[in-house]
């Protein structure tokens, strides 16, 4: 089993920048992808960026340019850090951890981001 712990969530005003951590722990497989996902309520969850245990990047295109994941393989850790952050960003933000060759997902408990003037 794994468990992930996220934090840094909370409320900013638009413009403003958010760094998220999620650190994994438990039974972890190798070739793992990190990240992170949003929910708002009456929508799906959707992907906000993710990495692979090899590096590569996936991000959502609303977010392109505004936030850089990273991680730290020997920790277990992935953060999120998000900028020029807008209205629209707000969600609860999920961290996970997928192991694509296995089929399982790990999610974490979410964290709220509201941004807000």
């Known amino acids: 089993q794994v468990q992930l712990v996220e934090s840094g969530g909370g409320l900013v005003q638009p413009g403003g920048s958010l760094r998220l951590s999620c650190a994994a722990s438990g039974s972890i497989f190798s070739g793992n992808t990190m990240g992170w996902y949003r929910q708002v309520p009456g929508k799906q969850r959707e992907l906000v960026a993710s990495?692979?245990?090899?590096?590569?990047?996936n991000y959502t295109d609303s977010m392109k340019g505004r936030c850089t994941i990273s991680r730290d393989n020997a920790k277990n850790t992935v953060d999120l850090q998000m900028n020029s952050l807008k209205p629209e960003d707000t969600a609860v933000y999920y961290c996970?951890?997928?192991?694509?060759?296995?089929?399982?997902?790990?999610w974490g408990q979410g964290t709220q981001v509201t941004v807000s003037s």
């Open positions: 990495m692979s245990s090899g590096g590569i990047t």
């Open positions: 996970t951890l997928k192991v694509p060759a296995l089929g399982i997902s790990y």
